[in-house]
């Protein structure tokens, strides 16, 4: 398994944008997708985006596309999400995983390496 660190969080009016950072340590970063989940209160942890170990593929779920952008920089071996236009409705704990593998997973159980996650909150 790859260890992941997830950063820059935080409180942003609706509109606003974020970029949070993933650091992966331990095995060969090079040869995992890499995925952003989110979590909100009360609710289970769901899809938001992912990309593929080479980055040439990347896949995100509907409710983000056109305003978030997953991209790695496997020299720093680091995924980032950046995230536009953000909404109230995005408020969430967003994760980073990790699967071992050159294919895009939309399911989050087929995700084996877990950060501990970082608080994004969308006020309107």
């Known amino acids: 398994q790859v260890q992941l660190a997830e950063s820059g969080g935080g409180l942003v009016q609706a509109g606003g944008s974020l970029r949070l950072s993933c650091v992966a340590s331990g095995r060969t970063f090079g040869r995992y997708t890499m995925g952003w989940f989110r979590q909100a209160p009360g609710k289970e942890r769901i899809f938001v985006a992912a990309?593929?170990?080479?980055?040439?593929?990347?896949h995100y779920a509907d409710s983000v596309k056109g305003r978030f952008t997953i991209s790695r920089d496997s020299a720093k071996n680091t995924v980032y999400l950046q995230m536009n236009s953000l909404k109230p409705e995005d408020t969430a704990v967003y994760y980073c995983?990790?699967?071992?593998?050159?294919?895009?997973?939309?399911?989050?159980?087929?995700?084996?390496?877990w950060g501990q996650g970082t608080q994004v909150t969308v006020s309107s």
């Open positions: 995983s990790a699967t071992y593998s050159d294919s895009i997973y939309i399911s989050r159980h087929l995700y084996d390496s």
């Open positions: 990309i593929s170990w080479s980055g040439d593929s990347t």
